[in-house]
């Protein structure tokens, strides 16, 4: 028969939890750091509102759009994993998103021609009407 003292043959290993806090807060730290920036450029832009040019905007929010990208990267690689994983899976996780949004640029783009071409009537009307409303009011 089997020995009384043997109930349950498997062993059993407990993590520990104990380094884990620094690395949290590291990471809550870099996390913060880089919304508040972005929190200080959307402010920025909102109170300066008209009085900087098309360059100093457009900077202003690529600015902004790369520290959103850089804070979303250090997201999917600390709290999804993905940066202790090969990259061969990375590759199947980032490419179909990569392709996602590129997807989504392109059909605004496409929205966004239709709806100009729609409102000309395809290009030909907008000459047209032109043509004959400055050939009027330099009539007058």
Known sequence: MSSPHIDNPEVTFHPDHSGG?????????????????ELALG????????ELGYVAVLSTKC??????LAKAYYIVSVFMHLGDEIR???MTIVVPLVLFVWF??????????WKNLR?????STSNQ?????????ENK
Do not use: P
């Open 43 to 50: 402010y920025f832009l909102y109170a300066k509102n008209g």
């Open 63 to 68: 600015a902004i759009a790369i520290l959103t």
């Open 129 to 137: 009407i032109e043509q004959v409303h400055t050939e009027g009011t």
């Open 21 to 37: 806090t620094g690395k949290i807060w590291k990471i809550f730290w870099v996390l913060s750091f880089l919304t508040i920036i």
């Open 119 to 123: 409102n000309t009537n395809a290009g």
């Open 104 to 113: 989504i640029i392109a059909f605004l783009a496409d929205g966004n021609s």
């Open 88 to 90: 061969n899976f990375i």
